[in-house]
């Protein structure tokens, strides 16, 4: 199949909004960085959940209609395992509101970060058990997948680098993805798949086999930047589009060629580099990289 032209515009560059969330170390409301976004001649973002309740739901929803600006994913839901009922129920009952905030937004899905050991995000696991997370996680795509299906928003689990497996998510490749799909969706009906990030799987020695096997119906998102040497940060030390070891073109043949064709979505959290730039050189510069290197 032939891979879509990146090289003479930036149609199908979408902005995840947390690349331009703090500006000169600052933090940028989400309606300021829409506009910049627009000013861009970008034609979707992806915004984060903190940032919509900040800016308002309505205010938001109305802001990209008047623009004509798409989403290419909402993010996030996700984080299901906790320590007693009370905690499961509080995680289903927030993926709910988050479904239908992307729903209000007319995402094309909501992307899940699942979570894993309790407390580990503040230090303080709760236990050690991956498999008892796991299957938390299991069961909580399963309950919010039966919402999602009834107002139509597809899930999209993105699995994270096994680095943040203790306090992120313990879903790490996308084969493990997938076989949570598999069994949660058998009928490939398009109601759930993942987010590929590259920053995340690009290691991984069987990416190319899983994101055939993932195919047009469940490849829901792809997320696009760098993957430095040294990384200084597990978290927030993401490179720009050309500036790491990440073979982005290859991976994208591999994504197009199983059939993606929706927007390649710049996702960068770079405190101490493009955090402290300007977000209009931000903005230029993923342009022009996504143009000679995605
Ligand atoms: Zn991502």
């Known amino acids: 199949m032939n891979m879509r032209d990146f090289t003479t515009d930036h149609d199908w560059l979408s902005i995840n909004t947390a690349t331009i969330r703090r500006q000169q170390g600052h933090e940028v409301p989400l309606t300021r960085i829409i506009d910049q ?24 929803a109305r802001q990209l209609r008047a623009l004509g600006m798409g989403l290419s994913g909402y993010c996030r839901g996700g984080f299901f395992p906790a320590v007693d009922p009370a905690g499961l129920q509080a995680a289903l009952d927030d993926n709910r509101r988050a479904i239908d905030e992307a729903k ?23 236990h050690k ?23 139509g928003m597809p899930l999209a689990i993105e699995p994270l680098h096994p680095m943040q497996a203790a306090d992120r998510a313990c879903i790490n490749t996308l084969e493990q993805a997938l076989d949570l799909c598999d069994a949660l969706d058998p ?30 119906e469940r490849l829901l998102a792809c997320h696009v930047c ?18 790491g070891v990440v073979e982005l073109r290859k991976i994208r043949s591999w994504v197009e060629d199983a059939g993606f064709r929706g927007f390649s979505e710049v996702e960068i959290f770079s405190q101490s580099d493009w955090w402290q730039r300007s977000g209009d050189e931000v ?7 996504h143009r000679t290197c995605v």
């Open 37 to 60: 976004c627009a000013a861009h001649g970008v034609r979707a973002i992806s915004p984060w959940r903190d940032q919509v309740a900040a800016a308002g739901l309505g205010a938001v």
């Open 129 to 151: 058990s991956l498999e008892r997370v796991r299957a938390q996680v299991h069961d909580g795509i399963a309950a919010s997948l039966e919402y999602a299906r009834q107002v």
């Open 187 to 216: 009928q490939r009906s398009g109601a759930l798949g993942v987010a590929l990030d590259v920053y995340h799987v690009w290691w991984d020695p069987k990416l190319r086999q899983q994101i055939a096997r993932a195919g047009a």
């Open 226 to 243: 760098d993957w430095l040497t040294p990384t200084r940060d597990l978290l927030s030390d993401r490179g720009m589009m050309g500036d």
């Open 104 to 126: 209000a937004l007319d995402a094309p899905c909501l992307v899940l970060v699942t979570g894993s050991l309790p407390g580990a995000l503040n230090g303080a696991p709760a």
């Open 283 to 289: 903005l230029a510069t993923c342009i022009a990289r």
